[in-house]
């Protein structure tokens, strides 16, 4: 069983930044790709990014390509999400996944999900 826990969010400006954080418990973390998914009020849960088990491949949302990046630091069963550049249309709450159960990570099928943390962008 693993639980995870977002951390970071929070209100920031447009053009702002924000860097969040998803702590893992379990000693299988690092075994596990991991993602970012968001859901703005009224709209569908959305994918946003995701990383391998060894953290060498990622995985963007055009939405967000060249301005977030995921990383992971197995060590500290972490997974992160820096956000620059953020836009009013980035505001949503923001979940963190694990543990895929297919290859096809938007499809948002994962074993694992956070209760998940608001970010507000103002404009």
């Known amino acids: 069983q693993v639980q995870l826990v977002e951390s970071g969010g929070g209100l920031v400006q447009a053009g702002g930044s924000l860097r969040l954080s998803c702590a893992a418990s379990g000693r299988a973390f690092s075994r596990y790709p991991m993602g970012w998914f968001r859901q703005a009020p009224g709209k569908e849960r959305e994918f946003v990014a995701a990383?391998?088990?060894?953290?060498?491949?990622?995985y963007y949302a055009d939405s967000v390509k060249g301005r977030f990046t995921i990383s992971r630091d197995n060590a500290k069963n972490t997974v992160y999400l820096q956000m620059n550049i953020l836009k009013p249309e980035d505001t949503a709450v923001y979940y963190c996944?694990?543990?895929?159960?297919?290859?096809?990570?938007?499809?948002?099928?994962?074993?694992?999900w956070g209760r998940g943390t608001q970010v507000t962008v103002s404009s």
């Open positions: 990383i391998s088990s060894s953290g060498i491949s990622t």
């Open positions: 996944a694990g543990d895929p159960r297919s290859n096809y990570y938007s499809r948002g099928e994962f074993n694992y």
